[in-house]
């Protein structure tokens, strides 16, 4: 269970031909965001050369599978099937596959041009909240039906050409498969098509996307599913075992989850530029806000994603003004304030937030006025009590409980300070670990696979990998806490609904 292996491909740097910046092609409108499918390839082929001459000995390689950014959608042409189960050994991959695709440039999850696209498939369903229920989140620019639905409304001919849709992760664990693999339930939750509950394409989806788009998609598969054995093309091009199996590939984001290990009621929380929140759930309930998808590792259960984008720039930005830039100030502020921070409550959004849709500085007192400025001190517990308080209500929103034994996984930039972990744990009332995540998707595919060897037998995923290096313990709740914050966690979110209330001058 320890990574003894690991390289990689920049696209910028190893492919300039293809002329992308970060990966993509940003197009004119500043809107849509490409990227080409035959540079994916070709990285492919160079990673495993590279793998090659580095001597790795591809015969003992019993399982693979893998992750794919999430929401991008490759179009394989009328045809190309054919072509993948009759790779040649003696060529790469992105020599055979060059007429294979009716689309070169495919859309990824940058991509937000398709907002007329979200706003016929919320029609077609009943609205926002009904589509959430179905599909487990509301329509977004960047899933995969809404983007399928502008390919075919502005490019009828490439979509009528197409015989097979792929999400990037099924893509890939296709070039390894040597035909068309299926999509899993776990990516599969994020393109606004799958029924999360009976983990079928929900049929009012489709007819409102794309016609004959069911048999595009082909029927989608429990995450941990074999697939099928690796292709003879990677037995004699590179020595791989004919008997080495290959798991359904997933998104990052649920690959990730695989890789920090989540169990039933524990979170992740990834403390960056924004912030996000893995949540393990076990009966969810989709809202307007955050992603439901179904759990990578136990087809029973879900997993769900929230994004707050005032996250490290926020906290960045309370540091400079109110702790003369210093994290060590910043501690000392935490350390020396009370929990609770004597009733006053703080909200920091100096850039759109979208958990909740609000902007603004609003801080109250313990009489719920509002005050125009705290000391720094103050400002400063504010600011971080604030962004947990938050994080813990919108949570609960869709369907989470902390359990007794819930677990919280901190990575990121802010993970390293003690006193924000600490905040943390006292606000959610759990242990705090902190957990090198360093490419977790990529350790979780890993994960995945061993599990993929082992899932016919009804073999647990945690029981697969407990052998695995452990998270170490950063933080445990405070005497009292719970009390504190129970009273608090209510007036927070009454004061959310009525700075939100105010900003659409709706009555409070």
Same mark, same amino acid.
């Given at each position: ?7 990689? +491909? ?26 080409? +499918? ?39 042409? &009328? ?43 919320? *029609? ?85 996307? &794309? ?56 979170? &992740? ?29 136990? $087809? ?32 000392? *502020? ?37 005050? $125009? ?16 308080? &938050? ?33 943390? *744990?006292?606000?959610f009332g759990a242990p705090v670990y902190v957990i090198d995540t360093a490419n977790s998707a990529c350790v979780g595919s890993a994960y995945r696979a061993f599990h993929g060897l082992a899932a016919g037998t009804g073999v647990p995923f945690s029981e697969v990998v407990k052998f695995a290096p452990s998270p170490r313990l950063a933080a445990t709740p405070s005497p009292g806490a719970a009390q504190v914050y129970a009273a608090l966690l209510p007036r927070y979110a009454q004061l959310e609904q009525r700075i939100l209330s105010q900003s659409q001058g709706l009555p409070e």
């Amino acid at each position: 269970m320890n990574v003894f292996y690991e390289d990689s +491909v920049h696209f910028d740097r190893d492919l300039p031909e293809f002329g992308t910046q970060g990966g993509v092609h940003v197009h004119q409108d500043g809107l849509t965001v490409t990227s080409p +499918v035959l540079m994916w390839v070709q990285a492919l082929d160079i990673l495993l050369e590279k793998m090659r001459a580095s001597g790795f000995d591809f015969s003992r390689v019993l399982a693979l599978s893998g992750a794919g950014q999430q929401h991008g959608s490759i179009y394989w042409k &009328a045809g190309a099937s054919r072509v993948l189960t009759s790779l040649s050994p003696d060529l790469p991959l992105h020599e055979q596959l060059q007429a294979c695709f009716s689309i070169h440039d495919c859309p990824v999850w940058m991509d937000s041009s398709t907002t007329a696209q979200c706003r016929q498939l919320e *029609a077609a369903v009943g609205g926002a909240q009904a589509l959430s229920c179905l599909t487990g989140s509301r329509a977004y620019e960047r899933f995969t039906g809404n983007q399928i639905a502008k390919i075919y409304q502005q490019n009828p001919e490439a979509y009528s050409h197409t015989e097979r849709i792929s999400l990037v992760s099924s893509f890939a664990a296709s070039l390894f498969l040597g035909s068309y693999c299926p999509i899993d339930y776990s990516d599969g939750s994020g393109m606004n098509l799958l029924q999360i509950q009976d983990k079928v394409w929900a049929q009012a989806c489709l007819g409102a996307c &794309a016609p004959h788009l069911e048999e595009k998609l082909g029927p989608p598969v429990p995450s941990c599913s074999v697939v099928g054995p690796v292709s003879s093309y990677y037995v004699q091009r590179y020595g791989f075992p004919s008997g080495c199996k290959v798991v359904a590939f997933t998104g990052d984001n649920p690959a990730s989850l695989a890789g920090m290990r989540l169990e039933e009621g524990d979170i &992740a929380i990834s403390l960056g530029t924004s912030d996000t929140l893995f949540l393990w759930l076990q009966e969810p309930t989709p809202a307007l806000e955050g992603h439901i998808f179904c759990s990578p590792v136990d $087809p029973r259960h879900y997993m769900a994603l929230l994004c707050f984008k005032n996250g490290s720039l926020m906290r960045e930005k309370i540091r400079d003004e109110s702790a003369s830039g210093s994290w060590s100030e910043f501690s000392k *502020a935490l350390r020396s304030t009370e929990m609770g921070n004597g009733g006053n409550l703080g909200f920091y959004f100096d850039v759109k937030e979208i958990t909740p849709e609000m902007i603004g500085r609003h801080r109250f007192s313990p009489e719920n006025r509002e005050v $125009p400025a705290f000391p720094a001190d103050v400002e400063i517990r504010a600011l971080i009590e604030g962004q947990f308080l &938050a994080k813990r209500i919108h949570a609960e929103g869709l369907g989470y409980r902390v359990l007794p034994k819930t677990k919280i996984l901190a990575t990121g930039g802010a993970s390293h300070n003690g006193d924000i972990l600490q905040v943390l *744990a006292d606000v959610f009332g759990a242990p705090v670990y902190v957990i090198d995540t360093a490419n977790s998707a990529c350790v979780g595919s890993a994960y995945r696979a061993f599990h993929g060897l082992a899932a016919g037998t009804g073999v647990p995923f945690s029981e697969v990998v407990k052998f695995a290096p452990s998270p170490r313990l950063a933080a445990t709740p405070s005497p009292g806490a719970a009390q504190v914050y129970a009273a608090l966690l209510p007036r927070y979110a009454q004061l959310e609904q009525r700075i939100l209330s105010q900003s659409q001058g709706l009555p409070e």
